[in-house]
Every structure is written in structure tokens, then in C-alpha cells.
């Protein structure tokens, strides 16, 4: 802190021990991805038996798969820069609470049409929420916690997948698919209440913001009650603010080739991990494993995920390298090919399908949290929105490929052959970024961002 009238909000949070009230922010936004993570994995796991009911070819079943993340990638673009201009609670609830109407109205879809439009609208809200709920958290962790907490807040995606397959399990057999999406519908609509009431704004957000000096403090005395803030109190965060078109700021100062290569990072990363998401369980069932079964062994991927998030946020905390997210994806391009050379083997399945979920989802929060880290508050939310926007661009081509492959002669092996090549590729994205970071910080220490 420079003086006893002018605080360093990063300091300030960096400096002071980590709160109760920190933990409840991480805390919300953990509980509000988690019900999102239910909803997006939900119509993978149903996939075959809304095709059998409504009568739907397997190739249309591309369309409905991916219409939700088609959805989350105008999403990620629109609302994730909004987030930015027009604070991130706001856009966080309404995102939330586009998620509860879209997947009420899925639950009373009765055409490959009504399928699509209803799983848009849902993906929107989903797309809108991650980046703001990720620059949210990002903005009220100390440094040497960022990372971890960053990855809890994205497994809470996993999280989320993994529950909604256990529940997909049980409820399917007693009260039919719909019934799944009217939970979804339900859990998002009491979450956007409780964020309502509960859920502060970005502190840095506010301290941009003229004219918000007291709720500041109110919210620093919550942070650090022990600590003195005067009412004269001058607080400051980066001196950097967003002008014109933000986007076009994430290649300036030294940012260029580390922006390339996230992007092309989360997009072959989310193409394998959506092409993994939605066509698991029909690709076992197609095996001639139960679907139950299926199910279950699918929700494996979104469990090692957790596992893979906790693991990779520790390490990045300590090293904060791109090198450790590399390696990730080396070693998940190897899982995912044996997930096609498996054949019937439950427990050659089990064992690649989590260890697939542990380096492809896990890498995602790690990339998650790198992003975050890579750039100033004022583009914060822009920055990993944009690098989401773009990665849900191989989010929906991931079903499409496994709807162009599967169906042919040897296809399974074949998909999952390709899929591990790209997610190779990701790794080497990831290599070529840690230089790129390297090069981006040496630019920041030399004032272009301060």
C-alpha cells in the first residue's frame, strides 16, 4: 500500500489472510457452476433415449448435441465483454437465470426443432455466466490462491456433470428424460436467487467505477475487519481501463501470440472435451454395454475432471506455467485413444474414460485459471470470454466430428484416433505459450500495462 490514504485493492487482498466472507464468494460461484455443469452434460447422457421417443435419426442428433454450444459460444462473446462495461453480478444472474427458463422449456420439447431452439437459449445463459464467474473469482483471491481457487470454482462444472449423470441414472428409468431437465430448470432458478441476495460485485470492478468509494470500503471491511480504512481513503487497482474495442486490446502491449495460442488451446481442448461429453454414452451403449452402465462410466470423465482441476490448480499455483498444462494434454491424447481401442472392456473403459477426464477437463480449469491470470481487470472478463467464445467453436464441431465419423465402418476407432491428435496439437499450443506469457510479462513489467 503506498499510504495511509491510498490503498492498492491488489495489495490490499493480496497482503490480508484469506477471509470467511472470500470463501463465501468462491463458495457461490462454485454452487452456481455446479448447477450449470448439471445442465450442460444432461442431453449426452439422454441422447439415446430421446432419439428413440421422438423419433430422431441419429445424424440429427449432431444438430440437437450441439445447438446448446453454439449457444454458450455467443454467449461467451457477447456477455463476456459486457461483463466488463456493465459489472459481472448482473450478467452473472441473468445468465443463471437463462440456463433455469432454457432447460424448462427443453423438458417440454416435442421436435428436433423446438430441441435446438430451447437448448440455444440455454447455452446463451451458460456461455454468459463462466467468464464473469471466473473474472469474479479471479478478482477476490489473494495471488498465491488464485489458480487453486479458480479450478475449484471450474470443477464445479465436473461436479455438476458428474451428479447429473448419477442422476440421469436414477431418474431415467422411473420418470423419463424430461424429468431431468425440469430439475435443471428448477436448480439454476433457486441459485439466481440466492446470488441475488448474496453475491457482491467485483471489488476492482467497483474501484474503476466512479463514485463507488463507500461500497468499497464496506466491502474491504468484510475482507479484513481488523483492518483501518478512512473515510478519505483513495482506492486503485490497474491503471489501465477499457476503451473503444476491448477485443482488439487483447493483441496489444506483447499480447498477440499469447492470445493465438489460448485460443487455440480452448478450442482443441473443448472440441475433444464435447466430442467426449456427448457421444460417450452412445458409443458404449452402441458396444453393447447397458445404457445405465454407460451412463455411469460416462459421468467417470467429468469425476476424473475434478480430480484433474484440484491437482493441476495446486500446480499451477506453484509455477503458474502453461509447461504443466502441456504435458496435461500430451498425456490425455494417449487416454483418449485407448478410450477406442477399449472395445468392451468395462474396466478398460472406466480406467480411460477418468483418466481422460482428469488431463482434458482438469486442463480446461487450468486453462481457465492461466487466462485469467494473463490479463488486466479491465479486460479481464473479455479475455477469457473471448478465449471461451472461441473455444466453444471446437465445442460444437467435437459432436458434429463424432456424428460424421461414428456412423462409418470402423468408426469409433477412427474418432477416437483424430480426437487424440488434436488434443496433441493443444499441447503444443500450450508449449508455444509459455513463451508467449514469458514475452507478454516482460512487456507488462515495462509499463505498457501500468
Known amino acids: 500500500m503506498r499510504d495511509s490514504s491510498s490503498t492498492d485493492i491488489r495489495e490490499f ?20 457452476v455446479v448447477v450449470e455443469g448439471f445442465d450442460v452434460q444432461a442431453m449426452g447422457y439422454v441422447a439415446p433415449v430421446v432419439s428413440r421417443e421422438l423419433h430422431i435419426a441419429r445424424a440429427a442428433l449432431g444438430p440437437v448435441l450441439s445447438s446448446s454450444l453454439l449457444g454458450m459460444m455467443f454467449g461467451a462473446l457477447a456477455l463476456g465483454p459486457l461483463g466488463d462495461r456493465v459489472g459481472r453480478k448482473p450478467i452473472i444472474v441473468v445468465s443463471v437465470l437463462l440456463v433455469a427458463l432454457g432447460s424448462s422449456l427443453t423438458a417440454a420439447a416435442d421436435s428436433v426443432r423446438a430441441l435446438i431452439a430451447f437448448r440455444l437459449l440455454t447455452g446463451f445463459g451458460l456461455g454468459g455466466s463462466l467468464p464473469n464467474l471466473i473474472a469474479l473469482n479471479s478478482e477476490y483471491t489473494p495471488k498465491r490462491l488464485r489458480a487453486t ?59 474503476m467505477k466512479a463514485g463507488q468509494a463507500e461500497r468499497v470500503a464496506r466491502i474491504l471491511s468484510k475482507i479484513a475487519p481488523r483492518a483501518t480504512i478512512s473515510p478519505a ?24 501470440r499469447l492470445t493465438v495460442a489460448l485460443w487455440a488451446m480452448f478450442f482443441l481442448n473443448l472440441l475433444d472435451l464435447y466430442f467426449l461429453n456427448n457421444w460417450l454414452p452412445t458409443v458404449i451403449h452402441d458396444a453393447g454395454i447397458a445404457l445405465e452402465k454407460a451412463i455411469i462410466i460416462t459421468a467417470l470423465f467429468q469425476a476424473g475432471g475434478t480430480v484433474g482441476a484440484l491437482w493441476l490448480g495446486w500446480r499451477i499455483d506453484r509455477a503458474l506455467s ?43 480449469t487450468g486453462a481457465n485459471a492461466l487466462a485469467a491470470e494473463c490479463y488486466p481487470t479491465a479486460l479481464r472478463s473479455t479475455g477469457v470470454g473471448w478465449s471461451l467464445g472461441i473455444g466453444r467453436i471446437g465445442s460444437i464441431i467435437g459432436p458434429l466430428m463424432g456424428g460424421a465419423l461414428l456412423p462409418a465402418q470402423g468408426g469409433a476407432m477412427r474418432a477416437f484416433t483424430v480426437a487424440a491428435a488434436l488434443i496433441l496439437i493443444a499441447g503444443i499450443a500450450a508449449f508455444l505459450a509459455s513463451g508467449a506469457h514469458v514475452e507478454a510479462s516482460k512487456s507488462v513489467a515495462a509499463g505498457a500495462d501500468s
Not at 27 to 32: E, F, I, M
Not at 171 to 180: A, C, E
Request: hydrophobic share 55%; net charge positive; proline share 2%.
Open 13 to 32: 487482498i493480496d497482503l490480508n489472510p484469506f477471509s470467511r466472507y472470500q470463501a463465501l464468494v468462491i463458495g457461490l460461484c462454485v454452487v452456481a
Open 149 to 207: 481457487a479458480i479450478v475449484i470454482a471450474g470443477s464445479g462444472f465436473s461436479i455438476g456433470a458428474t451428479l447429473g449423470g448419477f442422476a440421469s441414472a436414477g431418474l431415467l428409468g422411473r420418470y423419463g428424460w424430461r424429468s431431468i431437465f425440469v430439475l435443471g430448470g428448477v436448480l439454476p432458478g433457486v441459485v439466481a436467487i440466492v446470488l441475488i441476495a448474496l453475491l457482491p460485485e467485483s471489488i476492482r470492478f467497483l474501484v
Open 233 to 256: 481513503t483513495m482506492f486503485f487497482a490497474e491503471k489501465g481501463t477499457a476503451r473503444g474495442f476491448t477485443v482488439r486490446q487483447l493483441f496489444a502491449n506483447g499480447r498477440a
Open 322 to 364: 502453461y509447461r504443466i498444462l502441456a504435458w496435461a494434454y500430451v498425456a490425455a491424447s494417449a487416454c483418449v485413444f485407448l478410450i477406442g481401442a477399449a472395445g468392451t472392456s468395462v474396466v478398460l473403459l472406466a480406467c480411460s474414460v477418468f483418466a481422460s477426464g482428469v488431463c482434458v477437463v482438469g486442463g480446461q
